[in-house]
């Protein structure tokens, strides 16, 4: 926890497994709270969902049901299965490729990437609920990317507002995948920025 302290900025990256999902959740916490510079990754968003409900919304049986089986419909299943994919057969069942994400002006994510349509790249089989869409937004949780294709609309971005919190982001998608040394992804550009500046305020105290 010192050395999550010490940091200027706090990145949660995709996984896969139960392992480590807690501790995710406790860092994102921390970086809410503290208003520590943060983005997530995948599986770091859908974290952040899970520790919205549970802290926010007071649920605190919100779970990813990649990991939990009893969870009460749009109350607790904060993250659910894609209602196309096929739980018994694993291969060839991820969501892949570049999918077009719509962002919602005005958002921090459209101000870091300067325009309103971003083609981004994806691996996942499971998502947020929709069904929670709704009680996250009025609790403060803005749903400002969203990605409309047959099967219905995902939810690709959250954030805080950026008077509640100078950089809470996190993405459905890797930024990572279209990341280059000298052209970072405008979400880690972002995340840097906003780190810098939290560096800069904390030495001029």
């Not at 520590?36 to 599986?43: M, V, W």
């Not at 779970?63 to 969870?71: A, I, P």
């Not at 279209?178 to 405008?186: A, H, L, V, Y």
Request: charged fraction near 30%; glycine fraction near 10%; aromatic fraction near 8%.
């Amino acid at each position: 926890w010192e050395r999550l302290k010490r940091c200027d900025g706090v990145v949660v990256p995709g996984g896969f497994g139960t392992r480590g999902f807690e501790g995710k959740i406790a860092a994102i916490k921390y970086a809410r709270e503290s208003k520590k510079p943060f983005l997530g990754i995948c599986l770091g968003m859908q974290a952040a969902v899970v520790e919205y409900c549970r802290n926010i919304l007071e649920r605190p049986n919100a779970h990813s049901s990649e990991f939990k089986d009893d969870l009460e419909k749009n109350v607790e299943d904060a993250v659910i299965f894609m209602p196309e994919g096929n739980r018994e057969r694993m291969g060839g069942t991820m969501r892949l490729g570049s999918r077009e994400t719509i962002l919602k002006e005005g958002s921090i994510a459209r101000k870091v990437y300067g325009i309103d349509k971003v083609l981004e790249r994806h691996r996942h089989r499971y998502e947020v609920n929709p069904g929670l869409v709704p009680d996250l937004e009025a609790a403060g949780l803005q749903f400002v990317g969203r990605n409309t294709d047959g099967n219905g609309e995902r939810m690709e971005v959250i954030e805080l507002d950026i008077e509640k919190h100078p950089y809470f982001v996190a993405a459905q998608f890797h930024p990572e995948f279209t990341s280059r040394p000298e052209k970072p992804n405008p979400l880690f550009l972002g995340l840097l920025n906003a780190s810098k500046d939290a560096a800069a305020s904390e030495e001029e105290k």
